[in-house]
């Protein structure tokens, strides 16, 4: 089974900083869009960010002009640079491949890395 790997989580203030990274399988991640989610106890995940394959991101209106998504291609990893951090940012971070090459897509998931940030 393909596992991608998160790290860089932890606890910070707000209007700190935190930069998250996932690292996976060079034959997954360069078919891949990617992604950045988020869940908080009894809410729905949200996707935060992704980015296609040619480098193109997505962001929720929440975190623009705050988070930053990149990819190195040649590392096969994709990070997560996220500034000016609030309360409402605290949730698991997951990452998520999602390979479109072909139809249907098919999803990976990282276990989750605990993002929180105090008041």
């Known amino acids: 089974q393909v596992q991608l790997v998160e790290s860089g989580g932890g606890l910070v203030q707000a209007g700190g900083s935190l930069t998250l990274s996932c690292a996976a399988s060079?034959?997954?991640?360069?078919?891949?869009?990617m992604g950045w989610y988020r869940q908080v106890p009894g809410k729905q995940r949200e996707l935060v960010a992704d980015?296609?394959?040619?480098?193109?991101?997505n962001y929720i209106d929440s975190v623009k002009g705050r988070f930053t998504i990149s990819r190195d291609n040649t590392k096969s990893t994709v990070s997560l640079q996220m500034n000016s951090l609030k309360p409402e940012d605290t949730a698991v971070y997951y990452c998520?491949?999602?390979?479109?090459?072909?139809?249907?897509?098919?999803?990976?998931w990282g276990q989750g890395t605990q993002v929180t940030v105090s008041s």
């Open positions: 980015i296609s394959r040619g480098g193109s991101a």
């Open positions: 998520k491949a999602r390979v479109v090459i072909h139809s249907p897509p098919s999803d990976y």
């Open positions: 060079r034959s997954i991640f360069s078919l891949s869009t």
